[in-house]
């Protein structure tokens, strides 16, 4: 990686003659889209969305449940997006958000009788507030060193469970017994409720989350990743915008840990690097599918899940051989997709739509 | 007071370990300006290698030694294959990478060495000898000691007195310009990962044998400790780095000791002086300016 | 034969091309000056010689041999020094390892005695021997880069628009040290300036670039006195 610190590299902004300088001016985050773009946008949108809808009726319990976990990834690895893809600040810190959500629904549903639906605004909010304490010193920190910082978050969380949360024998873990998350729809299995209630979620935070990007908002965000200077003189509150994002982020994984207490029936304080891995899996989730795309966490959380799933079956008994893939697999798709699933696909539609819109049409007057 | 005076002892001695992993982060950082989060593992894997070659009758040191000769070459290997093609790239993939290292080389260690704890033998000798005021001090403790400035003393040298080490110094100063004056970048930057990565070797094995057991969580806590560290240092200064192991290693044993709010939740002590070290003074107690990377 | 010459170049960054057909030569002893305005590609030619730019085609030959394809630290190797924009100081080095980093590649015992040559020749380096070099002025950091290049030893020096940021008597005295260098060591320069009129006087042979091709060359005085270029290119 090159550095910038001294003025060797330093040219002046002249067209031609500075190439550091012409790398850095991007292209406008949102070009304009040919229309077989917009089509395949639709097409896929609506495919995706009937498979989304009908796989549960389709489907084992088991295969549900792993639906079902893909899609809390996938709203963690999206609040991770916001943050990171979007606005330009590394966290390895989400784990421990997701872990204070699924721990604020564990606590409030075992320990305080809450019907668990209750409990996801609660651990949204608490998550948000966290957030924004978080991203109020982050203002002073990025790149690599925002990534330390919040790596200990990520550490130091379970073991803040560890001491304060008194689960069954003293050990932090806390299991919500299964009768909390009973279907609430006639005729729906509670595996099939557990996979709508995620999947309906997810919906909303989606949308939310696009409305966010392609507004103000997020042209605020994009600006403060791409040139942070530049973006206060146009007069982009920096302060106020990476601490939003932050939050809004945070929110996101705490939320998603609340849902992960739902699917996996547990909040778990027990392993010290558990929330750390979990900080992992959202980043690796949002680099496979796309950083900064929209659908690319979604996307992500699946293969991700899959490829989990797929590398603990591989060997019999060594279940310690899938974190080695996992990690393999993360450097390989660095090297493979640098821009991810979504990523890539979007860039082969728009050199496709390019090439027909050129070939079709006459360019129209301005 | 004789309290006191054991417990920073005992600190020195927990310091010394972190200064040394701090120094390998360093290293690395100073010339590469990566942050390596895979170098606890890294070390985890050297120490697992030079606990295998004692269990074959090797001396102590020998084990070591070959494990650090194994590292050097790792260590410049994995900056060839893995961290150079980044260059150019966003911060981002370089983190991944080392992320991805630090998950794939810890489930490695368990594959191929097992999961079952292991003692490493010391290249100490046993006992203690008497210090001021009724206390004692492990032999270890000065052992260590002396290795980490024998280790200083020659990565100062390496970087102040030779020409390899102006070489490293001018190509983590200025890369462009110092491949204007001739000097192989590339081949600076495989170094500096080597060397660092023989560092790390070093640091675990000597982890390793002080610790009682040898396990896959061995070097996880230390590198925290480590980065708090290199960051109280300001990630750029040899002799920052080993003052700041220290500071935290003892400010770690006298908390312990004194603060029984954080029982149990101790590491929150290197995190906040990680925090308050990024936050108050970006340059550390001892680096000289702005490390900034966007 | 000339020292360094340039036949057909192009190249650029990218897909962006932004030398076209360049024609240079550099006659050995001699004091090349390369004018032109912002973008026409000045830099880009230094930087195609020193190999930080790929070239696409055509050839650079430096005293026969060809650089086409040679990393920049082999290139550096062959007797060329490049002072990039910037000036390429190793801000938080000394003064004196930032001078030892020129002679870095040499195998002589006369390192140490060019080190005190050029520390005399240069007072205000001297006085500064073992600060940061980053702490000094721009035109300071000019002489230091100059005095830094020199203790390679090269047979070519490479130098990008040295006046820029300094003050006119500075970036005076600093073309003064050039004509003095030439004159006295023999030295071999190539110098991309847009102040024109002080490059042109210390100057043997001109080119005008402009958008990446040469439009005008010939020898420095006439290009200096010829009222036609200088009103279409020079701007003075």
């Not at chain 1, 991007?26 to 395949?40: I, L």
């Amino acid at each position: 990686m090159a550095s910038d610190r001294s003025g060797a590299a330093v040219e002046p902004a002249v067209a031609g003659e500075a190439p550091a300088t012409v790398a850095r001016v991007r292209p406008s985050p949102w070009p304009e889209v040919p229309r077989p773009v917009r089509v395949a946008r639709i097409v896929i949108g609506v495919v995706l969305a009937v498979a989304a809808l009908y796989a549960p009726l389709y489907f084992e319990p088991d295969v549900n449940r792993l639906l079902s976990q893909a899609i809390y990834i996938a709203i963690a690895a999206m609040g991770l997006n916001l943050l990171t893809g979007f606005n330009g600040q590394v966290s390895i810190g989400h784990g421990a958000f997701f872990g204070v959500g699924a721990f604020t629904s564990a606590i409030l549903i075992v320990d305080h009788g809450w019907t668990f639906e209750a409990t996801i605004p609660v651990s949204a909010a608490l998550t948000g507030v966290l957030g924004l304490l978080v991203g109020i010193p982050a203002l002073r920190v990025r790149g690599l060193y925002l990534a330390l910082v919040t790596l200990g978050l990520a550490v130091l969380f379970p073991r803040i469970t560890q001491k304060y949360v008194d689960g069954t024998g003293g050990v932090p873990l806390l299991r919500p017994s299964r009768r909390e998350f009973a279907s609430l729809i006639e005729g729906l299995d509670d595996d099939q409720w557990a996979y709508y209630l995620c999947l309906a979620i997810m919906a909303l935070l989606f949308v939310l989350a696009w409305n966010l990007v392609r507004g103000r908002v997020g042209r605020a965000m994009i600006a403060v990743r791409d040139q942070e200077l530049a973006a206060t003189t146009v007069g982009v509150n920096l302060a106020a915008t990476k601490v939003g994002t932050f939050a809004v982020s945070a929110a996101y994984a705490g939320v998603a840990g609340s849902l992960s207490v739902m699917v996996d029936k547990l909040a778990d304080g027990t392993n010290p690097i558990l929330y750390f891995q979990r900080s992992i899996e959202f980043l690796v989730a949002m680099v496979i599918g796309g950083t900064a795309t929209i659908l690319g966490p979604a996307v992500g959380a699946l293969v991700l899940v899959l490829l989990r799933r797929n590398t603990q079956d591989l060997i019999e008994g060594k279940e310690i051989l899938a974190p080695a893939l996992f990690g393999a697999a993360l450097i390989v798709i660095v090297f493979v997709l640098p821009e991810g699933l979504v990523g890539g696909v979007r860039r082969l539609l728009l050199r496709l739509g390019q090439r027909t819109s050129a070939r079709g049409r006459a360019p129209t007057a301005p | 007071m004789q309290l006191f005076l054991s417990q920073v002892i005992n600190g020195v001695g927990n310091g010394v370990v972190f200064a040394t992993v701090a120094l390998a982060l360093v290293l690395i950082f100073r010339t590469t300006r990566v942050l390596n989060f895979a170098q606890g593992e890294m070390a985890l894997f050297s120490a697992y290698i030079s606990w295998k070659l004692t269990t074959f009758d090797l001396p102590v040191w020998v084990a070591i030694g070959i494990s650090m000769a194994i590292a050097f070459v790792a260590g410049a290997v994995i900056e060839r294959t893995l961290i150079r093609p980044m260059e150019g790239h966003s911060p981002l993939n370089v983190v991944i990478i080392t992320l991805g290292l630090f998950l794939g080389l810890n489930a490695l260690v368990q594959l191929i060495f097992g999961t079952d704890p292991q003692s490493m033998p010391s290249p100490f000798p046993k006992g203690s000898v008497s210090f001021i005021a009724d206390t004692r001090v492990q032999k270890v403790t000065i052992g260590l000691m002396v290795v980490l400035l024998v280790e200083c003393a020659a990565l100062w040298l390496l970087l102040n007195r030779t020409t390899l080490g102006l070489k490293l110094r001018a190509v983590a100063s200025n890369p462009d310009s110092a491949r204007l004056h001739g000097i192989r970048a590339g081949s600076m930057l495989m170094f500096g990962w080597a060397i660092s990565a023989a560092i790390g070797a070093l640091a675990g094995s000597l982890v390793a044998s002080e610790r009682a057991a040898l396990d896959a969580s061995l070097m996880q806590v230390v590198l925290v400790y480590a980065l708090a560290a290199a960051a109280l240092g300001g990630f750029d200064s040899i002799w920052g780095a080993v003052v700041s192991g220290l500071v935290v290693g003892v400010a770690d044993a006298l908390t312990i000791q004194y603060v029984d709010a954080l029982d149990g939740i101790e590491v929150v002590l290197p995190l906040g002086l990680i925090l308050v070290v990024l936050v108050v003074m970006p340059n550390g107690l001892f680096g000289k300016r702005t490390v900034e990377r966007v | 034969m000339s020292l360094l010459e340039l036949r057909d170049v192009a190249g650029g960054y990218g897909p962006v091309r932004v030398l076209h057909d360049i024609d240079l030569s550099v006659e050995e002893g001699q004091v090349a000056v390369v004018l032109g305005a912002n973008g026409a590609g000045k830099t880009t030619t230094l930087r195609a010689i020193s190999g930080l730019l790929d070239v696409v085609s055509g050839d650079i030959r430096f005293a026969g041999t060809s650089l086409v394809g040679r990393p920049p630290e082999a290139i550096a190797r062959l007797g060329i020094a490049h002072v990039p924009q910037g000036r390429g100081t190793f801000a938080d080095l000394t003064v004196e390892d930032n001078l030892r980093i020129g002679a870095i590649n040499r195998r002589d015992r006369d390192v140490e005695r060019d080190l005190r040559h050029w520390l005399e020749v240069f007072p205000r380096l001297g006085e500064r021997r073992d600060q940061e070099a980053g702490s000094m002025s721009g035109g300071e950091q000019q002489m230091l880069a100059l005095a830094r290049a020199m203790m390679a030893r090269p047979k070519l020096l490479l130098l990008d628009e040295p006046s820029l940021g300094l003050a006119p008597l500075v970036t005076r005295e600093l073309f003064d040290r050039l004509a003095e260098l030439n004159r006295e060591e023999g030295l071999t320069i190539l110098v991309v300036e847009q102040n024109a009129n002080l490059a042109l006087e210390i100057g043997h042979w001109g080119y005008v670039l402009e958008t990446g091709r040469i439009a005008v060359q010939g020898p420095a005085a006439e290009l200096h006195d010829d009222d036609a270029v200088r009103k279409a290119y020079l701007g003075f």
